[in-house]
């Protein structure tokens, strides 16, 4: 079994920072791209930031300049910092990441629970 577990979030004041965590668990053989998407009430998904092993990162519109994404794979964890957050930031936020489990041929995708990070103004 494999598990995403996210942590990090909670309530912080506009202009604030916080760092999100994710650690991938379990049988895992592998562990390729890793990434953090938000989601609001009525919305998609929307790709926060992504980072492939031993490669640059990708970040959407929003977290540019603000955000940064790093990955620890010795741990197999991802983080997200993000700075001089805005109300508008305030989202549940999710890690994604593309695993081969042990024996398995093929990677596929994982998702964590969520982590809500809201922004008071």
């Known amino acids: 079994q494999v598990q995403l577990v996210e942590s990090g979030g909670g309530v912080v004041p506009a202009g604030g920072s916080l760092t999100l965590s994710c650690i991938a668990s379990?049988?895992?053989?592998?562990?390729?791209?890793m990434s953090w998407y938000r989601q609001v009430p009525g919305k998609q998904h929307a790709l926060v930031a992504r980072?492939?092993?031993?490669?640059?990162?990708n970040y959407g519109d929003f977290g540019k300049g603000r955000f940064i994404i790093s990955r620890d794979d010795a741990k197999r964890t991802v983080y997200l910092r993000m700075n001089n957050l805005e109300p508008d930031d305030t989202a549940e936020y999710y890690c994604?990441?593309?695993?081969?489990?042990?024996?398995?041929?093929?990677?596929?995708?994982?998702w964590g629970q969520g982590t809500q990070v809201t922004v008071s103004s």
């Open positions: 994604n990441a593309w695993i081969r489990r042990k024996g398995g041929l093929k990677s596929r995708e994982y």
């Open positions: 379990g049988t895992i053989q592998s562990v390729s791209l």
């Open positions: 980072i492939p092993p031993g490669g640059d990162p």
